[in-house]
């Protein structure tokens, strides 16, 4: 867990990546501060393990922490508009723009469309900057090695964002270099699904061969291996390429770096940041001296929307109704997932033994972005800025072979997966042997439906779901099952192009089906 007066590496990366430019003397140690990763007397001009192209790389890293990136419009599109959640907040908070993300369609004009669309391509054009750094700067002297980890961790990020476009979007443009005229990048047609889909393997095939197991602790939250093979997982995944997915999955689960030991309470406090669950991390940090300059949004938009201590936040994505009913009797991780507003019959607390008030907007919250009281009294603020997010978890990845095995099929493969998705079981319950039994099955169809069960429990309220329902060919029947009833799948699988973007390409872009 990351230190209340301590900055990481990452507040680091936010004047490297502003370039300014350091002499022998070195950083001076930032505001005095011994913090991980900092570049001080000691270790300038690079600490051990890392390189000199740091300075570009950086600026990358520290857009995962942007509003435009992991924050509103993120949380819309990835959570709100699936069957795990609701808008929440007040009826009206967020107008038009939240609403049709919750019940559809999602016009062109939504402005959370360009958010999303201008988040992705900054951290393109971040990738792209520290690529064009790497192979052309000759004024940095660096080993080959280096060189070629950083360039692994750019393309792993840049994977990243054109991963998230082409699920958001379809077709998009491809951008692998930069402009001279930065104008001109308005101007690219779209590239096919099927084009991106091979430029994203591509670039993370590099970074799984290039960046390294781990890193010193220092360095935590920056992009492994196992980060590159398990986003490469998810890839293969989404396109049904099953063996492929397996391969990638089983290389994380060698690695010998990842395990299920961290128990599933403590994963998503502050003191479970970076354990041996976390794989790829946007990491944020927060002190009385800087509150929020250096974290992300993330869990406050979540956060309760109250009064007092109790205003932690915007209120919105919600715990649906559905998934409350997906979990199995006894399961630990539905009151792990779901924070319960008390009622004026029953009193309900949150992991951290506070007494939740009645009256607060909404019945339910997330109770993965609960923040610990004791470091909302040390930083001096209520809004849980320091709060990691977690994009990729062991438990998706084990998950993530599982439903790959299984679909290859075969006696092995299919005992494969049902033995990944009991170990998933077996943390759940925490050694309360009555609940969450082994799933016993060795028919293909039903352990299908065990592991997409496993999936929605597992991973709830955790920007997976409707991504998945839509590759398993199932959005529409389940969203409209839960209300979402102007849900088209022949529409709304994809989300539009922002007209703001089609009007600056002069009509170069074109938009999507039923739009």
């Given at each position: 867990m ?39 007397e ?36 990835v ?104 104008a ?31 890193w ?17 997982a ?35 406090r502050?003191e ?34 109250g009064?007092?201590?109790w ?31 008390s ?88 050694g309360?042997n ?22 929605r ?6 920007h ?42 002069a ?9």
């Open positions: 990351k230190t209340i007066n301590q900055l990481t590496w990452k507040a680091c990366l936010l004047v490297l990546s502003a370039g300014l430019l350091f002499t022998s003397t070195g950083c001076n140690k930032f505001l005095d501060t011994e913090r991980q990763g900092a570049y001080d000691e270790n300038y001009p690079y600490p051990g393990g890392s390189g000199p192209y740091d300075q570009f790389i950086f600026g990358a890293y520290n857009d995962l922490r942007s509003f435009n990136l992991h924050s509103q419009s993120f949380i819309t599109a959570s709100i508009r699936s069957d795990d959640a609701d808008k929440g907040s007040t009826p009206a908070d967020g107008g038009a723009n939240a609403l049709t993300m919750d019940n559809f369609p999602v016009l062109p004009s939504n402005g959370f469309l360009n958010t999303i669309w201008l988040g992705n391509y900054s951290l393109v054009t971040k990738c792209n900057s520290t690529i064009k750094e790497v192979n052309t700067n000759a004024t940095i002297v660096a080993p080959e090695q280096i060189k070629q980890q950083t360039l692994g961790e750019a393309r792993f990020l840049r994977a990243y964002a054109y991963f998230n476009l082409v699920r958001y979007f379809g077709s998009v443009p491809l951008i692998d270099s930069l402009f001279s005229d930065p001109a990048q308005n101007n690219v047609p779209q590239s096919s699904a099927a084009q991106l889909y091979a430029f994203i393997e591509s670039d993370l095939t590099f970074a799984a061969a290039n960046l390294p197991l781990t010193d602790a220092k360095f935590a939250g920056r992009v492994t291996r196992g980060a590159a093979n398990g986003l490469l998810k890839v293969y995944l989404t396109q049904k390429k099953w063996a492929a997915a397996q391969a990638a999955a089983q290389a994380v689960m060698a690695s010998g770096v990842y395990d299920l030991s961290t128990p599933y309470d403590k994963i998503f502050e479970g940041e970076n354990s041996r669950e976390s794989i790829f991390e946007v990491q944020a940090t927060a002190s009385a001296a800087i509150p929020s300059a250096n974290g992300v949004q993330y869990a406050q938009i979540q956060g309760t929307r009064a007092g201590d205003d932690r936040g915007w209120g919105w994505n919600t715990p649906s109704v559905q998934l409350e009913a997906a979990y199995e009797a006894g399961d630990p991780r539905k009151n792990r997932t779901i924070m319960y507003t009622t004026a019959t029953t009193t309900y607390q949150t992991i951290y033994g506070e007494t939740i008030p009645v009256g607060l907007p909404n019945p339910r919250y997330n109770g993965k972005v609960a923040t610990n009281p004791s470091i909302r009294s040390a930083i001096g603020n209520r809004f849980g800025y320091w709060m990691n997010v977690r994009l990729l978890r062991y438990a998706d990845v084990v998950l993530m072979f599982a439903e790959a095995a299984n679909e290859v099929g075969g006696t092995a493969n299919i005992e494969a997966a049902r033995v990944a998705l009991n170990s998933v079981r077996a943390r759940a319950r925490a309360n009555s609940v969450l039994p082994d799933v016993t099955t060795t028919d293909q169809e039903l352990l299908r439906q065990a592991i997409r069960q496993e999936r429990v597992e991973l709830a309220m955790e997976d779901r409707f991504w998945d329902i839509v590759r398993w060919g199932i959005a529409q029947d389940v969203l409209q099952a839960a209300g979402k009833t102007n849900f088209s799948n022949s529409r709304d699988v994809l989300l539009p192009i922002p007209q703001t973007q089609i009007d600056l390409s009509g170069v872009l074109k938009q999507n089906p039923g739009y």
